[in-house]
């Protein structure tokens, strides 16, 4: 029996990808702010700074008034696609179940896309101003150098991966730039900075049950962060650029969350085609809300791990 591309089969099919994008496809979706009212090609978020309260001085006095500081964050929508020829009944079957290669390799392709976005604004240029072309880099305060010292709290000579002093330097800036306690902190790293951690001197027997567990996958917090996991992060020969942020540092905006398509192509010996597409963009906020890490995976520790 054949099967009918039918409204309600494209969107069984549009929700199984969109369910697994959000559940397997993107790592760091659910951990930025989303938008997902945004019209046109591009979106501006207004941002409002700190003031001090001021002290009155004298009975009747003036009333106070206070500059409150504004500034604002502007990203371009950009597209992404995907789409596949299936060329068998038995094959579009498998469309409308949510296990099949079909729906998770879309699901999957379009998730690294998000992901991609929002590394790229985490560390990148961001821009603003009135007509969102001011650009701001990352500062140096907000970076920690790949030769930082994890022993004594200085830069050394020796570049080194990620380590406990590094955790904790990160931590630091965060603390220093007054970022509430309880925002949760997110650090993304790839794998290689989850082992190298287990070779490091100063690793506890504590701190390597812990990083054990995260790499077994039993954990997935440590040293007070939630770690991420991830492949797609930037690599320059043996320097790889991790980072740590809060959710109100970094936005991602939706503005087409999921469309699919299903179609015969007469041109294609009427195959059937399979097209999803989205559109999204991305920011970073704040910097002080955003630690860049740099770690060189040729180094793993440069000692025995602590022993158990």
């Known amino acids: 029996m054949s099967v009918q591309i039918t409204t309600a089969f494209v969107e069984q099919y549009r929700n ?11 790592k760091l979706r659910d951990l930025v702010n989303t938008d997902t009212a945004i019209v046109g090609k591009q979106k501006f978020t207004e941002q409002i700074g700190s003031t001090e ?37 038995d094959k ?30 985490a560390t990148g240029t961001a821009f603003g101003g009135v007509d969102g072309t001011t650009d701001f880099t990352l500062p140096a305060t907000q970076k920690v150098a790949v030769n930082y010292n994890d022993v004594d709290n200085s830069s050394s000579t020796a570049d080194i991966n990620l380590s406990i002093g590094k955790l904790r330097r990160t931590l630091e800036i965060f603390q220093e730039n ?24 100063e690793t506890t027997s504590g701190d390597f049950n812990a990083i054990r567990a995260l790499v077994a996958g039993e954990l997935d917090t440590f040293y007070g962060f939630r770690i991420v996991m991830s492949n797609r992060l930037a690599k320059s020969g043996n320097n790889r650029t991790c980072f740590a942020f809060v959710r109100s540092g970094m936005e991602l905006g939706i503005g087409q ?37 740099t770690c060189d995976e040729s180094d793993f520790g440069g000692g025995d791990a602590a022993t158990v």
């Not at 199984?16 to 993107?26: A, D, I």
């Not at 469309?95 to 379009?110: G, H, R, V």
């Not at 059937?272 to 989205?278: H, L, R, V």
Request: proline share 4%.
């Open 92 to 121: 579009l079957r498998m469309l409308i179940d949510p296990t099949s290669t079909y729906a998770q390799a879309a699901a999957f392709a379009m998730g690294r896309a998000m992901d991609d976005v929002i590394i790229a604004a």
């Open 178 to 201: 007054n970022v509430p306690e309880d925002e949760e902190k997110i650090l993304v790293v790839s794998p290689n900075q989850i082992h190298a951690l287990l070779t490091r001197k």
């Open 53 to 89: 309260a001021q002290k009155r001085l004298s009975r009747h006095s003036d009333s106070p008034l206070v500059n409150v500081p504004h500034q604002r964050r502007a990203y371009s929508m950009a597209d992404y696609e995907w789409g596949d020829l299936v060329d068998k009944q």
């Open 16 to 26: 199984n990808v969109e369910l697994l994008v959000q559940q397997r496809g993107s």
């Open 257 to 293: 969350d999921v469309m699919a398509r299903i179609e015969e192509r007469a041109d294609k010996a009427f195959s059937t085609y399979i097209y999803y597409c989205m559109t999204i963009g991305a920011s970073r906020l704040e910097e002080e809300k955003v630690v860049e890490i």
